[in-house]
């Protein structure tokens, strides 16, 4: 009773007293001059800005919708007024769609008391009018993730309040003018993606409050900044991805530095690592990889104690990993160096180690005793590794990235494998020497799996069918084994599957089990089941279900999501560098675009099935080396955005469809070694073939206007060789250059290093600051 009583009394004084406080706050107010609000000049300032832009209020919402008379406009979405004079003070318009440029007579500029402006994402182009320079008051400025060009630094020099600079990701260009210095002030720089040249100020130590500095992505040039490292409040400096070069040093920088972040990547530094990069003692990330730094691995990093992420790949660095003792190390990058010796057991303790591309032979012994289960991510792709896996591989609980791929291991996959395989979303075991049978048992649990590469190998046998429980599986390549089954026609219910490669196996026997049950298929975009010993006949609705094929995907991107344990997420991209046409592309753009079938070099007999015109989004089509009769099928005419086609050496007849002339992406083809008859197409596609591409059809007519001749000769010796050489040789042998991982050249592609390249992206993400 005494508690209650007690508890009872406290709630009434507190009622007493939120009594009196509100009346006293009223008191205040009454006292106090008066709130005003929008004022009008400010709110026609602001409607005049929204009328400058040609979008429905539906486009423009959340934001501009709620603009209008009737309303405040110091309550309008976006807008912040100043609570005592009622002048516009921040405009935050983030993502929304202007489409539009800046008019220089912009109510924008009329705003002359904004402190914030934020237009990011909001699909500006065109130049920035010099009005801006009337916004003096401005101390936040963001304008990144736009379309915005021209050179934008001697207008943006004159707005000397600022403490929040962002211009990334757009197309701003120019030298960094004397002006800039007046941005003393700045505490926050960000102009990084753009095409900024030039070399920085010589003198960068004035800008003494200073914190984050970005310039990442651009065309910068010159020796290495020094003096920016003088300003003492320093946290993080991105320089990646310029054309810096020299070797660096920080001799005349402040010993008290607060930085916690520093990358230097993808420049041209060189010479030793510098020993005064140890003074930055609250370091945690450090990027020195893709530049020329020479000599060891420096025994000094030990120093930098609170060090997270080390990154010193594509470097020419020799000799062993020293001993270490950063205790707080979770990332190491030693990628493509010239490294060697044996791997030591320190690196036991690290979340994510890349050591692709060097020399290593062996491990550490200390590795069969050590706790290995905070292992995330182990590459050990492109080394000097032999012999039979290591017993600890099956203390590997965690992973979720495994590569094991162009070494020598060899055997068999042991049966405690299935046990690392639980959070495991991408493993690579190609070009190895394992033999043996994989285990029906060993994806059980593999519910994770995305990408699983094992090409290259002696396995034999069948294919897990345990792969079954891979739902999310996306790109399964098992080329270049022993694997003797029927063909998988249950790998069609994987909801995932993007790309199948069961190339140069022993699979046989027809691709469907029911000949009224059309294969499903439905998210495939890339089948390579060539050189096997498939057969039997297509029916015409076989690819009738294959959706994904039927027209370009419209998605952004194919990154997954990882959300490891430990960590706050980040993205895996497992991208490549691909030349299309002279455009540079990744990975992920092949998956969006790019359609592929090769059933070639296998016995497949009858019809091509007239369903293959449903797949409008093919690219490449490959059917040679069959036994394929009747005509070819009308509906390859649909296929608008095909560029290959290879339909040689089987049993075809009748003439070459004229609207095959109309495909303006055809630009090789095969039609040699059929029954083929009548005249060959005229468009501009055929006409530009090589006379092989058409050689024994006897009955075909206007070879002359390709080969130049009254006649066509019989092939020669030398040609008939040409024509029967190994599958790597053929006219169209796009799938193993694309999917092989070993770099390849096919229509203008220049491929190579296709999956798992880059692989790390996702765990550096992690760490990166946001900006």
Known sequence: MMISNQSYCFSGIATLYSFFFLVSLFLHTLASPMLHYCRHDQRDALLDFKHEFPVNESNSSPYLSSWNKTSDCCFWRGVTCDAKSGEVISLDLSFSPFNNSLNPNSGLFKLHHLRNLTLANCYLYGEIPSSLGNLSHLTHLDLSENYLVGEVMALVGNLTQLRYLSLSSNKFSGNIPVSFANLTKLSYLDISENQFESTLPRDMSRFHNLEEFYVGGNSFSGSFPTSLFMNPSLTWVVLTRNQFKGPIEFSNTSSSSKLQGLYLSHNKFDGPIPKSISKFSNLEHLFLGSNSFTGSVPTFLSKLVNLEILDLSHNNLVGPIPRSNIVKLKSLDLSNNKLEGEIPGWLAGLSASMLSGNSFKSFAKSFEVSDLTQIILLDLSSNSFRGPLPSWICKLRSLDLLDLSNNSFNGSIPQCFKNIVVDLRTLNMQNNDFSGILLPEIFVNATRLIRVDVSGNKFEGKLPESLINSRYLEILNVRSNRFKDKFPSWLSSLPSLNVLIIRSNEFYGPLYDHPNVSIGFQSLKVIDISHNDL???????????????????????????????????????????????????????????????????????????????????????????????????????????????????????????????????????????????????????FQRQNCSAFMDNPRLNGLEDICGETHVPDPTPQETEDLSEPEEQQVISWIAAAIAYAPGVFCGFVIGHIFFTQKHEWFMEMFRPSN
């Open 535 to 685: 057969n039997g006949t297509l029916p015409p609705f076989y690819f009738s279900n294959w959706r994904e094929m039927t027209t370009l995907s419209k998605d952004i991107s194919t990154g997954m999501y990882m959300e490891n344990p430990g960590f706050s997420g980040g993205y895996y991209l497992p991208s490549m560098e691909m030349v299309n046409k002279g455009v540079d592309t990744k990975f992920e753009q092949i998956l969006k675009d790019f359609r592929a079938i090769d059933f070639s070099g296998n016995n497949f007999v009858g019809e091509i099935p007239k369903s293959i015109g449903l797949l409008k989004g093919l690219r490449l089509l490959n059917l040679s080396g069959n036994a394929f009769t009747s005509n070819i099928p009308q509906s390859l005419a649909n296929l608008k955005n095909l560029e290959a086609l290879d339909l040689s050496r089987n049993q075809l007849s009748g003439q070459i469809p004229p609207d095959l002339g109309s495909l303006s992406f055809l630009s090789t083809m095969n039609f040699s070694h059929n029954n083929l008859q009548g005249p060959i197409p005229k468009g501009t596609q």
